[in-house]
């Protein structure tokens, strides 16, 4: 369907900062919300952020909420996961998420497009 690009992880230490993008292909940007997710091997695939077309609603997991920051600039096709004072915990493959549907989604089933994951390593 629509292809989804991530960049920006990397290896960083506790208390350092990420910024993640997905840039999307769809000409239909801008009436899809957007999500970023994270899943560590062995476990369920985890809600991070989303926001909706319009960047009206936005929701957070409340582990990271205070620390990461969504955003998104429609006329660049592009989401951006902003992570401050990150944990050894927040180490994770983060995926970028599109939907069809409106309002900001906290669960995997709502999307449609999935990108194939960039790595964040938090390690001293």
């Known amino acids: 369907q629509v292809q989804l690009v991530e960049s920006g992880g990397g290896l960083v230490q506790p208390g350092g900062s990420l910024r993640l993008s997905c840039v999307a292909s769809?000409?239909?940007?801008?009436?899809?919300?957007m999500a970023w997710f994270r899943q560590v091997p062995g476990e369920e695939r985890e809600f991070v952020a989303s926001?909706?077309?319009?960047?009206?609603?936005?929701n957070y997991a409340d582990s990271v909420k205070g620390r990461f920051t969504i955003s998104r600039d429609n006329a660049k096709n592009t989401v951006y996961l902003q992570m401050n004072r990150l944990k050894v915990d927040d180490t994770a493959v983060y995926y970028c998420?599109?939907?069809?549907?409106?309002?900001?989604?906290?669960?995997?089933?709502?999307?449609?497009?999935w990108g194939q994951g960039t790595q964040v390593t938090v390690s001293s």
């Open positions: 769809t000409s239909n940007f801008g009436n899809n919300g």
């Open positions: 998420a599109l939907t069809s549907r409106t309002g900001a989604w906290t669960v995997s089933r709502a999307f449609d497009s």
């Open positions: 926001i909706s077309r319009q960047s009206k609603i936005i």
